[in-house]
């Protein structure tokens, strides 16, 4: 991230085009959390657009839009213009499933986009950028991936939410959690345990083991509560992956007008 941010703050400083990010990948990686943080240090303006909320607007979409950019041009910093889960705003004109007026939206959108700009960096962030409309990939310049957590990295935020949530909850009201016999092998335990978790699982387990000492007499944490709260965890992401790949399924057979059954 702070590559990205130097390199921002320089083309600011040199008051060259601004490059455009798309931040991409599964659920809970991190997305939305590293573009926040890159409005924090880049020294720009900032606004956010969650691809949802423009679909409410119906025909005022255009004409708020074009407020927006009009508003970017004003910024003396420049702006960083977040759009956040861009899919449900930005995707392909070709679908029959948007309206006239999301239509109308994306092209306002193209149109003020269309030109580089001194004034705006534009960060889109997504988990199905395969459903962008081909012109708001083609404005595109760096492309960020956001992968699943490696065992290194779930050991660091597992250490990190275990002292956010257990061992210095903020707050002053929060309680400090109790551990009993919960050392660095049974952390290790759950480090393995949970591959496939997302930064967001992790941070809801840890949260999920706050909540069960809060259950307790004097906020206590024993071993296993600990572990029972790790194998809930795992076998509700296993429940939601295989309802995922049920819906993919159906629609893989609508797709192909296969019978499913
Ligand atoms: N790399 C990480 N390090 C620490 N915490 C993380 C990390 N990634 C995600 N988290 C935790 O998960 C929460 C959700 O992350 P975030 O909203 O950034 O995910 P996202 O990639 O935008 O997901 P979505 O695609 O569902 O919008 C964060 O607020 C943070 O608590
Ligand atoms: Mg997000």
């Known amino acids: 991230m702070r590559s990205i941010a130097v390199s921002t703050a320089n083309t600011k400083a040199n008051r060259a085009p601004f490059r455009h990010l798309l931040l991409h990948g599964p659920p809970g990686t991190g997305k939305t959390m590293f573009a926040r943080g890159l409005a924090h240090h880049s020294g720009l303006d900032y606004a956010v657009l969650t691809g949802g909320d423009i679909a409410p607007l119906g025909r005022d979409a255009v004409t708020e839009l074009h407020k927006l950019f009009d508003w970017a041009k004003t910024s003396r910093r420049g702006l960083l213009l977040f759009v ?32 580089e700009s001194d004034h705006f960096m534009m960060v889109y962030a997504s988990n199905q950028p395969s459903q962008f409309d081909s012109a708001v990939l083609d404005r595109i310049d760096e492309m960020v991936e956001f992968d699943l957590p490696t065992e290194e990295e779930r050991r660091a935020m597992i250490a990190m939410y275990i002292d956010k949530y257990l061992l210095k909850p903020p707050g002053r009201w929060a309680k400090k ?69 049920n819906a993919e399924h159906y629609a893989d057979a609508l797709t192909t007008d296969k019978k499913v059954l």
């Open 177 to 245: 959690v109790e551990t009993l016999d919960i050392g660095s092998e049974e952390i290790e335990r759950v480090v393995k345990e949970t591959e496939g978790f997302s930064g967001r699982a992790i941070s809801k387990l840890a949260i999920a083991w706050q909540a069960a000492a809060y259950g307790t007499e004097g906020a206590v944490l024993d071993q296993a509560a600990f572990f029972h709260t790790v194998q809930l965890h795992k076998k509700s992401m296993q429940t939601k992956d295989s309802w995922l790949q």
């Open 84 to 115: 956040d889960e861009a899919d449900a705003f930005l995707q392909s004109r070709e679908t029959s499933t948007i309206s006239e007026d999301q239509r109308n939206a994306l092209n306002a959108f193209l149109f003020r986009t269309g030109t």
